[in-house]
T-cell receptor, first 112, second 112 residues
Framework: DGGITQSPKYLFRKEGQNVTLSCEQN?????MYWYRQDPGQGLRLIYY???????QKGDIAEGYSVSREKKESFPLTVTSAQKNPTAFYLC???????????FGNGTRLTVT | QKEVEQNSGPLSVPEGAIASLNCTYS??????FFWYRQYSGKSPELIMF????GDKEDGRFTAQLNKASQYVSLLIRDSQPSDSATYLC????????????FGTGTRLKVLA
């Protein structure tokens, strides 16, 4: 079955540590995205990538970094510079501009 | 003014009734419109998408788009308790961008 796999489901880290969230898709989609969701807020775009080896900052990119070395993979690193990293992180993909987003199951990150 | 606005709810309807969820958007150049269902603690799941003015039906769901009024709605017929969730409206801006803007969601409660 085609889909998007995010791992791990839950992640706990100490403040000051970098952490990398995994996102893999086998839908053959060109575009991939990272969103952050906080309680009572809409999804906010962190980074997106239209093609391999290219990515663009979203609305809240500070304190995050990404890479897109393969079409299937779009990992997100939450760095120690991110002031409030505790959140629900969602990876998504779409086949092209304006097409529906398909989401992974999410990673819930808790930093203490 | 928020770019995509939804009433946070909760919207309570009895089982078997029609639930009507509304969303307004500010960017007149928006071209693609999506409804997602999100159960508590889970990732968003695509319910409907619509690109043209008018109605689009899929089973118990109908999406309605009125670009002149900058308004999109989702009707759920014969509402079931399993429909109880938060419904997110998302809008894709004018062509040439991969950025999708999400509303904060409307919480729907279907009472058995």
């Amino acid at each position: 079955d085609g889909g998007i796999t995010q791992s791990p489901k839950y992640l706990f880290r100490k403040e000051g540590q970098n952490v990398t969230l995994s996102c893999e898709q086998n839908l053959n989609h060109d575009a991939m995205y990272w969103y952050r969701q906080d309680p009572g807020q809409g999804l906010r775009l962190i980074y997106y990538s239209q093609i391999v080896n290219d990515f663009q900052k979203g609305d809240i990119a500070e304190g995050y970094s990404v890479s897109r070395e393969k079409k299937e993979s779009f990992p997100l690193t939450v760095t120690s510079a991110q002031k409030n990293p505790t959140a629900f992180y969602l990876c998504a993909s779409s086949i092209d501009i304006g097409s529906p987003l398909h989401f992974g199951n999410g990673t819930r990150l808790t930093v203490t | 003014q928020k770019e995509v606005e939804q009433n946070s709810g909760p919207l309570s309807v009895p089982e078997g009734a029609i639930a009507s969820l509304n969303c307004t958007y500010s960017d007149r150049g928006s071209q693609s419109f999506f409804w997602y269902r999100q159960y508590s603690g889970k990732s968003p799941e695509l319910i409907m998408f619509i690109y043209s003015n008018g109605d689009k039906e899929d089973g118990r769901f109908t999406a309605q788009l009125n670009k002149a009024s900058q308004y999109v709605s989702l009707l759920i017929r014969d509402s079931q308790p399993s429909d109880s969730a938060t419904y997110l409206c998302a809008v894709n801006r004018a062509s040439g961008t991969y950025k999708y803007i999400f509303g904060t969601g409307t919480r729907l409660k279907v009472l058995a």
